[in-house]
């Protein structure tokens, strides 16, 4: 046990040399790191949220599990955001998030709303997953055709990779709506694609119609859902992590066929929120309308 000073509070931390993701032997203790280091560009997109932690405490390799309510064992300064049956911890300092790291949460998947209005979301998201042998790459051109769509009805959006498999598109709000309409908005666009694009796009779950396709996911736009932070590690066989990216990153991937250069590990995010600030920065700050489709 070590006990480390995070903005004054004393924490303790354990098994710092726990190796938690094995191909690449990245350790505990570099978790650790990495959540303090990416906490002042994390922390707006998290701090008043409700955060579902995916904890693994023997690493990647190991069966996690979703934790939804703060344990009793948290310090006593944190607070919680309680919903419904549901206390979530309040994840908004470095210590914090230092000490869920602690706990070996590796990934934090957060609400569409903020906690001081839940029935409100601040966005709506387009989560795009495709469906074997469709990967990254067939989601960066499904993603480009719903920019498309969205910069013919005047709205703006932003677009970070899952840190996983798949593309997810958001469309800033801060503005008066609902779960139920951002929604059927997304849904309405998904069908839209999926009627132009049968073999390329489907809107439904069933993963019978996946195969070969990607799924947009509208139903990530509900009140007691939560997905992936952007900044948030992911436990796959690397540290990847679920990273913002500029429109013309994601044009240049596509233009050459190849969507490696969109896969980004811990230490690679370090370094571009330091040479790039936070390109996700227009989710918490840009004011838009959700329009009325036909």
């Keep these: ?31 650790i790191d990495y959540y303090a280091r990416i906490a002042p560009v994390i922390l707006p997109h998290l701090a008043d949220r409700f955060v579902t932690r995916k904890r693994y405490p023997d690493g990647v390799d190991s069966t996690p599990f979703f934790e939804k309510n703060c344990p009793k064992y948290r310090p006593e300064w944190m607070s919680t955001n309680d919903m419904d049956d549901n206390r979530f911890c309040r994840l908004d300092s470095a210590a914090a998030l230092t000490w869920t790291a602690n706990l070996a949460a590796l990934e934090l998947h957060t609400s569409m709303a903020r906690v001081t209005d839940d029935t409100t979301p601040t966005m709506v998201v387009f989560d795009l997953d495709p469906g074997a042998p469709a990967a990254l790459l067939e989601c960066i051109e499904v993603g480009l055709w719903i920019r498309h769509v969205l910069g013919d009805l005047g709205l703006e959006s932003v677009v970070k990779t899952s840190g996983s498999k798949g593309l997810q598109l958001y469309v800033p709000l801060n503005s008066e709506a609902t779960h139920e309409q951002a929604a059927t908005f997304a849904r309405t666009i998904a069908q839209l694609l999926e009627q132009a694009h049968p073999d390329r796009v489907v809107s439904l779950q069933k993963k019978e119609l996946r195969v070969g396709k990607v799924l947009v996911d509208w139903s990530q736009n509900s009140r007691t859902k939560t997905t992936v932070c952007v900044y948030s590690l992911r436990a796959r066989e690397r540290p990847t992590v679920s990273t913002p990216l500029s429109w013309d990153e994601v044009e240049e991937a596509f233009e050459a066929g190849d969507a490696s250069s969109l896969v980004f590990e811990a230490s690679e995010v370090l370094e571009r929120v330091e040479r790039l600030g936070d390109l996700f920065a227009p989710a918490v700050t840009l004011v838009q309308k959700l329009p009325q489709l036909p």
């Excluded at 931390?13 to 032997?25: F, T």
């Design 1 to 31: 046990m070590t006990v480390v000073e995070v903005e004054g509070r004393a924490l303790k931390v354990s098994n710092l040399d726990k190796v938690l993701y094995p191909a690449a032997h990245f350790t505990k203790a570099e978790v």
